[in-house]
């Protein structure tokens, strides 16, 4: 499992990054055949009560998943959009056993 984090304009979070692959892996021993994932964490600058934006983009065979959400803080940023993730893969296992 390959995730790679991307912070802007946001410093820098060991804990943050160890929370995200924690739940991260989960999704990937659930799911075997996804690649790898792209972690982003923003600040939203105009939106100060919530304003903390997280968006996860999976690897897998076919078209790339994508999810986001902006909560007031980032664990709950990060739990909504694995949420999220975890209703399109299973959507996408479905078609997968469908063939």
């Known amino acids: 499992m390959t995730v790679n984090f991307q912070y802007v304009n946001v410093d820098v979070s060991k804990t943050l990054s160890e929370f995200t692959e924690e739940k991260l892996e989960k999704l990937f021993n659930k799911y075997e055949f996804l690649i790898s994932a792209m972690v982003y964490f923003k600040q939203d600058e105009k939106d100060h009560n919530a304003g903390k934006i997280c968006n996860i983009e999976l690897s897998l065979p076919g078209p790339r998943l994508f999810a986001t959400?902006?909560?007031?803080?980032?664990?709950?940023?990060?739990?909504?959009?694995?949420?999220?993730?975890?209703?399109?893969?299973?959507?996408r296992k479905e078609v997968f056993k469908t063939h």
Do not use: Y
């Not at 959400?69 to 959507?91: A, M, P, W």
């Open 69 to 91: 959400s902006n909560e007031h803080n980032f664990e709950v940023s990060v739990r909504e959009t694995i949420r999220d993730l975890d209703r399109q893969l299973k959507k």
